[in-house]
C-alpha cells in the first residue's frame, strides 16, 4: 500500500484542481459525461470538506469531496486516486468516513454510474450498500447510488 499524507483543503488548490482534472477526463471516457456540473466549489457549506492525499515526495496521488446533504447526512464527490497508486482510495475513503463522523454525520451517499464497474465494486467492498436513486438522479437508470451508515470505532469493535 502507498504511504501517503491526507490533509484537508479546498477544491480550488491547484493540486485539487488537477485531480479534478484528471478525474472528469477519465468519467468523460468512460461514461460521456465529466461529472463537472454535479459538483460547484462555490456552492461550498460549513459542513463539506475537501481532502486531499499526496505521496512521500508531496505528488498529489487522491482527492474526495463531501457536501452536506443534511445535517447528518453527506455526500461523497469527486472521489479520484491516480492510475497506479494502489490503496489510495481505501485510505481516502477511511479518512473521509472518519472525518464525516467527526463532523456529525451519520450517513455517507454517493451516486456512480453503472457502466464504472470499478467504483461500484470500490463501494460494495467497502460496505456501501445500493440505496434508491436521490435528488437529481431519481429516474436515471444509468445511476447507481449507495449509503453506508457511519459507526463510531468503538462500536465497530463492539465495545
Not at 466549489?41 to 481532502?51: I, M, R, V
Not at 477511511?94 to 465494486?121: F, M, P, V
Amino acid at each position: 500500500m502507498n504511504r501517503i499524507t491526507i490533509t484537508v483543503t479546498t477544491p480550488s488548490e491547484p493540486a485539487c484542481l488537477q485531480l479534478q482534472d484528471a478525474l472528469s477526463d477519465h468519467l468523460q471516457a468512460l461514461t460521456g459525461s465529466s461529472g463537472r456540473a454535479s459538483f460547484d466549489p462555490q456552492a461550498w457549506g460549513k459542513n463539506d470538506f475537501f481532502l486531499l492525499a499526496q505521496d512521500e515526495n508531496q505528488h498529489a496521488v487522491g482527492c474526495v469531496a463531501v457536501r452536506s446533504v443534511s445535517d447528518t447526512v453527506g455526500e461523497i464527490k469527486r472521489m479520484y486516486a491516480r492510475p497506479g497508486t494502489r490503496g489510495v482510495g481505501a485510505q481516502l475513503l477511511h479518512a473521509l468516513e472518519a472525518k464525516a463522523l467527526a463532523q456529525g454525520y451519520c450517513s455517507l451517499w454517493l451516486e456512480t454510474r453503472r457502466i464504472n464497474q470499478r467504483a461500484l465494486d470500490f463501494y460494495l467492498r467497502n460496505g456501501y450498500c445500493i440505496r434508491e436513486n436521490y435528488g437529481r438522479y431519481v429516474g436515471n437508470p444509468q445511476a447507481v447510488c449507495f449509503e453506508k451508515t457511519l459507526v463510531p470505532p468503538a462500536e465497530a469493535d463492539g465495545k
